[in-house]
C-alpha cells in the first residue's frame, strides 16, 4: 500500500510522542479465572509463543491514518537495543517511509510493554517507559513539520519531560510546530494518581500548551482528572466501578469544552467511551490560524457544538479505540469533511477497531468505512433530555444550542 497525498501534498501528516513494544504471550490455554492459583512465586507457568506489536498512539494513531490512506511518518524515540530493532522494522514493514521520523538513541532503553493476558482476567501491564522519558523537541526533525499539513503529538502524560518542570517541554514541542506551520493536535493519556504524573499540575502544564494547540482531544475522564478532580472523583463514586463517562451530560461537556478553548484550543474533542465523542469549535476568525491543515469552509466549520453517537457492532477488544477514533477524525479533516461527518467518521473508525482484539486488525479503508455508514450502519441509542439539543435524523448525530 501506498501512502494517498493530493497534488498539493496536503495528506501528510507526522504522529509524534510515546511508543513502544508490546510483547504479548499467548496464554489462551490456561483455565479460566485462575489466576491467583498459576501466578505463585516459583511457579513455572507454560505459555505459548508470544506476539510483538508497537504501541502507543504513535503507532497506533499514525498506522490507522496510514491504513485510512493519509501519508504519513511517524516521530518517536526508541533505543538502540534488540527491541528498538523490532519497533523499527514493525514499522517499517508497512511502509519504509513511515520510519522516517524514529530516533534511536544509546542513552536509553527502548520502551516496552509486557501484556499478561490470562483468559477471565482483566490484563496486567509491565510497562517500562524507556525512551519516552527522554523524549524531547530536539528529537522531532524539522523539515518533517515543515513539510506537514498536521502534526499530531499523543500521550505526554507517559513522557517525563512533557510535563516535568511545569510543562515546558510540551510546549515547545507544540510552538515549533504551530511555527512551522502544521495544524496541530495533542492527544493526551490518563496518568497514575499515585505517580509523579499524576500529581503534576496539568491545569498550568495545558495553560502553556494549549495556545499553541488547534484541535484537543483528550477523553472526558482525562480531563476531568486533569481540571476537575473534585468532579471526577464524585462521578468515580457515584459510578460504583461502573464507567465515569456515563454520569456525564452535555452541560458538563459544554463547560470544559469552554474552558478548553478559553486556554487557548480552536477545536475541542472530547472521546466518551462507547457514548461516542462531543465536538465544540471557534470561531471562524480562530479557525483561520489553524495552519495548513485548516478546513476549507472555515465558516462551515465555526462554532459547532455536536455529541456524535458510537455505532452498533460486536466489541471484541478496546485497545486502541481512541487512538483510532482521533484518526478517523483527523482522516476526515484532512479530506475537508464537514464538522457532523468528521464527527461521524470518527466514531465510526472508532467503532470498527473494538471489533477486533489488537489496534489494527479491525480498521478498514477510508472508502469501506464510508460505504458501511451509507449503508445504513445502525448507532448506539445516545438519549440527551437536555435544553437546546436536537437529534438530526439525516447526519445521525445531536446539535447543540451553541451551534449557529
Known amino acids: 500500500m501506498t501512502p494517498a497525498t493530493t497534488s498539493a501534498g496536503k495528506l501528510c501528516a507526522v504522529v509524534a510522542g510515546h511508543i513502544c513494544l508490546d510483547v504479548i504471550p499467548n496464554m489462551d490455554h490456561l483455565p479460566e479465572g ?20 508497537t504501541g502507543g498512539p504513535v503507532s497506533n494513531t499514525g498506522l490507522a491514518l496510514y491504513r485510512l490512506g493519509v501519508s504519513t511518518t511517524l516521530a518517536a524515540k526508541v533505543g538502540t537495543d534488540m527491541f528498538g530493532q523490532i519497533v523499527t522494522r514493525l514499522v517499517e514493514s508497512f511502509h519504509p517511509a513511515l520510519a522516517r521520523g524514529l530516533v534511536a538513541s544509546p542513552d536509553a532503553p527502548t520502551s516496552y510493554s509486557i501484556i499478561i493476558n490470562p483468559p477471565g482476567t482483566d490484563r496486567i501491564f509491565l510497562h517500562c517507559p524507556g525512551a519516552n522519558d527522554t523524549f524531547g523537541a530536539e528529537d522531532i526533525d524539522p523539515a518533517l513539520l515543515e513539510q506537514a ?8 502524560p507517559l513522557m517525563r519531560r512533557m510535563y516535568a518542570d511545569g ?26 494518581p499515585s505517580s509523579e504524573a499524576g ?75 462507547d457514548r461516542g465523542m462531543y465536538l465544540r469549535t471557534g470561531s471562524a476568525a480562530a479557525l483561520r490560524g489553524m495552519g495548513r ?10 462554532n459547532q457544538e455536536l455529541w456524535a453517537p458510537c455505532f452498533k457492532v460486536h466489541v471484541a477488544g478496546t485497545t486502541g479505540s481512541g487512538d483510532a477514533t482521533i484518526a478517523g477524525f483527523l482522516s476526515a479533516l484532512l479530506r475537508d469533511f464537514s464538522p457532523r461527518r468528521a ?5 465510526a473508525v472508532g467503532a470498527c477497531n ?17 460505504a458501511r455508514i451509507a449503508a445504513g450502519w445502525e448507532r448506539l441509542p445516545v438519549n440527551l433530555h437536555a435544553p437546546g439539543w436536537q437529534w438530526n435524523e439525516e447526519d445521525g448525530i445531536w446539535v447543540g444550542p451553541a451551534s449557529r
Open 293 to 302: 491543515a485548516a478546513p476549507a469552509d472555515v465558516d462551515a466549520w465555526a
Open 343 to 347: 464527527a461521524t467518521a470518527a466514531v
Open 34 to 53: 485462575q489466576f491467583t492459583s498459576l501466578f505463585l512465586p516459583g511457579h513455572l507457568i507454560s505459555v505459548g509463543p508470544a506476539a510483538f506489536s
Open 167 to 192: 510543562g515546558l517541554e510540551l510546549r515547545e514541542v507544540m510552538r515549533r510546530a504551530k511555527a512551522a506551520g502544521a495544524t496541530t493536535a495533542l492527544d493526551m493519556a490518563f496518568p497514575d
Open 149 to 156: 499539513a498536521l502534526f499530531e503529538f499523543g500521550y505526554p
Open 199 to 273: 500529581r503534576a499540575d496539568w491545569r498550568a502544564i495545558l495553560k502553556l500548551a494549549l495556545p499553541h494547540v488547534d484541535i484537543f482531544l483528550p477523553s472526558v475522564e482525562e480531563i476531568l482528572f486533569m481540571l476537575r478532580r473534585t468532579t471526577y472523583e464524585r462521578l468515580e463514586r457515584e459510578a460504583a466501578g461502573g464507567q465515569v463517562v456515563a454520569g456525564v451530560g452535555p452541560e458538563l461537556l459544554s463547560d470544559l469544552a469552554c474552558e478548553l478553548m478559553d486556554l487557548g484550543a480552536r477545536v475541542v474533542v472530547l472521546k466518551l467511551g
Open 354 to 370: 473494538v471489533e477486533a482484539l489488537d489496534a489494527l486488525s479491525g480498521l478498514r479503508s477510508w472508502e469501506e468505512t464510508l
